[in-house]
């Protein structure tokens, strides 16, 4: 995962905001003790989200209590306590960052070498989970294929990443997986991918890295790909948005879920606005 997965702050209840503080921090406790202290460095928010949607979903109710960290010492803080589901989780991402470094690697990124941070993490992973490191293993190595290959059409190059969601979320909820759960999982996958392409977007151009949006547009430039082609911009994403407003509908939630339904209906739109968005004289620019 890369980050993006984010809440609109602005717009959280006390009471979530809270929440998502304390599963952020339960999660890197829970990195510790699946997959080793060094594979802490690699947390993201989008497992903080994860958390509250698989928990959720599952029917686990999540237990907060004060306690000090690493990084924060001298004042007790609010930290969601470590379970079965959080080290899985832990364990995910562990997995991604290393392949998400091995990536980086191929492209030449200096950051490559923090990879061996997390070798033990996913060493670990694949002894307590190994159905988890095979998917991700192996819609790494389809991706990195159409990569090589130059894959110019869109919904093709983010396949590989949403169907590796989609995956790993029937096997993190198990029974209580269903269509529509896989269905916003896919969208999520689909999505992260496509986010990390546009803010991407001009550095890969100037390294000559992959990008699929730079292959199906054409555009050196960001600002120049939006403005010819925001019709197919805004369809590739109003679509996404449309279908995960449709799934969240019919998903069955034991707990509230304003914090998840503020992160899908307002947080991944305004991110995706954001890296949209560009800071340069375009002519007739109309936000997105």
Partial sequence: MFGYIQPDSPYLFIKDEKLYKALYCGLCKSIGKGCGQRAR?????????MSAIVHNIRREDVEI????????????????????????????????AYYKLCDDKQDGDRKAILRHLYKKGVKRTAKKHPRVAEIIREQIEK???????????????????????KQLSVYVLKEYSTPQTEGLFYDLGKWVYLADALDD????????????????????DKCEAVEKNRDEINFLFDSLFADMRVR???IEFAFNHDLTDNIILRGIPLKTRALISCKCNCKNKKEI
Avoid at 66 to 89: E, N, Q, W
Avoid at 201 to 220: I, M, S, T
């Fill in 248 to 250: 969240l509908s019919k």
């Fill in 143 to 165: 991706q990195s294929l159409l990569e090589k290959e130059g894959c110019s059409v869109i919904d093709m190059a983010c396949e590989p990443t949403a169907e590796m969601m």
């Fill in 65 to 96: 209590k004060k306690a000090r960290c690493g990084l924060h010492f001298i004042k007790r803080r609010p930290i969601a306590k470590t379970d079965d589901t959080t080290v899985l989780l832990g364990c995910i991402n562990t997995v991604l």
């Fill in 41 to 49: 460095t690699a947390l993201t928010f989008d497992m903080a989200f």
């Fill in 201 to 220: 977007y001009e550095k890969d151009v100037k390294k000559g890295r992959y990008n699929v949006l730079y292959k199906a547009f054409g555009c050196a």
